[in-house]
């Protein structure tokens, strides 16, 4: 089974203000490389999704534009639930960015 997740970038942007690290300039920030993100899936009847599945997770900006689309092979569902890293999957040939840091740094608010 192939789960695709699309997320708008604007609420994935928010959760960079609760971990950003400020360096030694305030008008710098350094965002996070990796996210962890945590969901549940269930299937149509509402019965939790078990085992090991690819998980295809895209980024999009306010506009609909496709930001950084990433793959994460062998994710384990356990009784519908599972956690990922979110800028640790492949990243997608077609992103017009090269990493979730850089996504977020284009893209602060």
Same mark, same amino acid.
């Given at each position: ?7 708008s970038? /604007?609420?994935?942007?928010? *959760? %960079?203000? $609760? ?5 030694s300039s305030?008008s !710098? &920030?350094r965002?996070?490389?990796h ?9 149509a ?6 085992? /090991?599945?690819t998980?295809? *997770? %895209?980024y $999009? ?8 689309? !990433? &793959? ?17 999957g ?14 977020f ?5």
């Amino acid at each position: 089974m192939k789960v695709r997740f699309f997320a708008s970038f /604007a609420a994935l942007a928010c *959760l %960079s203000v $609760l971990t950003p690290v400020f360096a030694s300039s305030p008008s !710098e &920030t350094r965002f996070p490389s990796h996210v962890t993100y945590a969901g549940e899936i269930i299937d149509a009847g509402g019965t939790p999704i078990e085992g /090991a599945h690819t998980m295809a *997770l %895209s980024y $999009l900006g306010t506009d609909g534009e496709l930001l950084l689309s !990433e &793959t994460f092979e062998n994710v384990v569902v356990s009784r519908g639930h599972f956690s990922i890293e979110l800028g640790a999957g492949a990243t997608g040939s077609r992103s017009l960015y090269p990493s979730l840091q850089a996504t977020f740094a284009e893209h602060p608010s």
